[in-house]
């Protein structure tokens, strides 16, 4: 009788064991696919991002800008950072936001922009820090004659 029982037990340890490490796994596989959603839902949405900020700079050498069509952009993109967006990016568009208010400073506009850009890039996982100007200088041929100032940090008073 005492080794019916004792098979019983050990039948059960393992049952529950192997349901444990089976739910486990599944928990753990459920939360591995929602981080690659959510990963693929923020590349796309700071890729949308980016493309416009490309528009913009790109009208400034050609004089064309679809005001409109750049606002409709932005505020997809504010709607998509209220649910994926990380407190980093978030904290960085409002500041971009609010530098952006003051158009006669064109090198803090920048600045907070490539701030917008780097907090995004840690979001997706870059390892590395590029600094604003060399940023800057894949879209501004003329990064140097642009810059009246350095851009790194915050702009000086």
């Known amino acids: 009788m005492t080794v019916i029982i004792a098979v019983i037990i050990g039948a059960a340890i393992n049952l529950a064991g192997a ?3 089976g739910r486990t796994a599944a928990v753990r596989e459920i939360r591995k696919e ?7 839902k923020q590349w796309n ?8 900020v490309g528009r913009i700079l790109e009208s400034a050498k050609t004089g064309r800008l679809d005001e409109a069509q750049v606002l409709r952009d932005l505020m997809a993109f504010a709607s998509g950072l209220w649910l994926i967006g990380s407190e980093s990016v978030i904290a960085a ?6 530098t952006a ?3 006669t400073d064109r ?4 600045t907070r922009l490539m701030d917008v850009l780097k907090a995004m890039r840690q979001d997706l996982g870059a390892a590395d820090d590029p600094t604003h100007r060399d940023m800057l200088a894949l879209i501004i041929n003329d990064i140097d004659q642009y810059l009246t100032r350095a851009p790194e940090g915050p702009p000086t008073p």
């Open 34 to 40: 929602a981080r690659i959603r959510l990963f693929e």
């Open 101 to 103: 208010n003051n158009p």
């Open 107 to 110: 090198v803090a506009i920048l």
């Open 19 to 21: 349901y444990l490490i």
């Open 93 to 98: 568009f409002n500041t971009w936001r609010q």
């Open 45 to 52: 949405l700071y890729l949308d991002f980016a493309r416009t």
